[in-house]
């Protein structure tokens, strides 16, 4: 059993900051991506960044430069600092995690959902 908690969501004028942050626990032998995803409303759910476990990272177009994520591998946590907030960051975030556990089976998770508003 692998579990995923995510944290940090909240409302935000634009031009704020917000970090969220997601911790992984339970069987985990070893994490190979951690990312985050966002889905607004009426929209399909998009990669906004990863990380791979050799610490290269992958932004979408629209979050490059406003956008950091980082890895805290001892305590199998991911972050995302989003700053320069603008309402069409306005989704629920996800996180997302590729891991082989401790049988050695490769999985993929997700966390459920954490709610970022950006609003005036």
């Known amino acids: 059993q692998v579990q995923l908690v995510e944290s940090g969501g909240g409302l935000v004028q634009p031009g704020g900051s917000l970090r969220l942050s997601c911790a992984a626990s339970g069987s985990i032998l070893s994490i190979n991506v951690m990312a985050w995803f966002r889905q607004a409303a009426g929209k399909q759910r998009e990669l906004v960044a990863r990380i791979i476990s050799g610490g290269s990272t992958d932004y979408a177009d629209s979050v490059k430069g406003r956008f950091t994520i980082a890895r805290d591998s001892a305590k199998n946590t991911v972050y995302l600092q989003m700053n320069s907030l603008r309402p069409d960051d306005t989704a629920v975030y996800y996180c997302?995690?590729?891991?082989?556990?401790?049988?050695?089976?490769?999985?993929?998770?997700w966390g459920r959902g954490t709610q970022v508003a950006v609003s005036s």
């Open positions: 997302n995690v590729a891991l082989t556990d401790r049988s050695a089976k490769v999985g993929v998770y």
